[in-house]
């Protein structure tokens, strides 16, 4: 029957692999940051924060502003800078060159998410400030997959966009954040960097902050709106109209997929989890019953579902 009607086949088919292919890749983000808990200790303490200048003006931190609020705030265990790049990782004999996920952090970034490395270290204070010797502190997926987890990967020298780094640490498999990075150098060693001492300037540089014991995201939320207005005092030409914002990690990586708030104007999980299952009921539907019309030798159109 299939073969007789090879083009009602070949819908049929694609319909129901694009419903499980949808179902398969919805459930795979619950199961990942919903079902499952996040990897990092304490993880309802960790918060993201970057700067706006009112809705859907959401941007990166500028590097001085983070200064700041790492030295006003009194609600942060710990503050951390991070800024997302990427580089071509060579130097492995017997390995081509590739492109690596990296992320320059600073020292206070492991101790924001609590883990700790598998094999080796992370920066010491003297290797995170300017002019600090190149090390590089690796996932261990890239341990992995280009040095065969040989322990002896440690002091071994890599090159990342003709720089030499040594390895000093492996972080274990749960630890790749931010956003799926394979290796983390130290920020502070480029904190020097003119443009990034501009406070106009946003250079992609995001902000972790790890909560006091006992401090609500509500009170984190008042006292850096209390340290932007200073600021905006402070700097008007370039701070003006310009507040902190404070998210839990999870509703950072998840919120789109969430029940918003009225007035956001976002689609919640639970909606989205209704769409996909109306669609693969209604892809099968429509499948079997073209099927079944084939059998029984009726038309049946697609086009009525």
């Not at 700067?51 to 710990?78: C, I, K, M």
């Not at 839990?248 to 909606?271: C, F, M, Q, W």
């Not at 892809?283 to 029984?296: L, P």
Request: proline content about 7%.
């Amino acid at each position: 029957m299939l073969r007789k009607q090879p083009g009602f086949s070949a819908i049929a088919i694609l319909t129901l692999a694009l419903g499980i292919g949808a179902n398969t890749a919805i459930f795979s983000i619950v199961n990942a940051v919903l079902l499952r808990p996040l990897p990092y200790p304490d993880a309802d303490r960790i918060m993201v924060l970057n700067e706006s200048s009112g809705p859907g003006q959401d941007y990166s931190v500028a590097l001085p502003d983070y200064f700041d609020w790492r030295n006003d705030n009194t609600v942060f265990e710990h503050l951390a800078a991070t800024h997302k790049e990427s580089r071509n990782l060579s130097g492995i004999p017997g390995r081509d060159p590739e492109r690596v996920s990296c992320a320059s952090v600073t020292r206070n970034f492991f101790s924001v998410v609590g883990v700790s490395p598998e094999i080796g270290r992370i920066f010491s204070e003297d290797e995170d400030k300017v002019g600090a010797p190149p090390v590089v502190v690796i996932s261990d997926r890239l341990w992995q997959h280009a040095f065969n987890r040989d322990p002896r990967v440690l002091g071994r020298s890599i090159t990342l966009h003709d720089q030499n780094f040594d390895v000093i640490g492996v972080m274990p498999p749960q630890m790749t954040s931010p956003q799926d990075t394979d290796a983390w150098f130290s920020i502070m060693r480029r904190s020097n960097n003119p443009a990034w001492m501009d406070r106009s300037h946003h250079p992609m540089i995001f902000v972790w902050g790890k909560l006091k014991t006992g401090v609500t995201v509500d009170r984190a939320r008042a006292e850096m709106k209390g340290i932007a207005a200073r600021l905006e005092k402070t700097y008007p030409d370039t701070n003006g109209k310009v507040y902190a914002v404070v998210t839990p990690l999870l509703e950072n990586l998840v919120g789109k997929y969430r029940t918003n708030a009225p007035g956001r104007g976002g689609i919640g999980l639970a909606h989205r989890l209704r769409e996909l299952g109306e669609f693969v009921r209604r892809a099968w539907r429509c499948a079997c019953a073209g099927i079944c019309d084939s059998c029984c030798s009726r038309r049946y159109s697609l086009a009525n579902h």
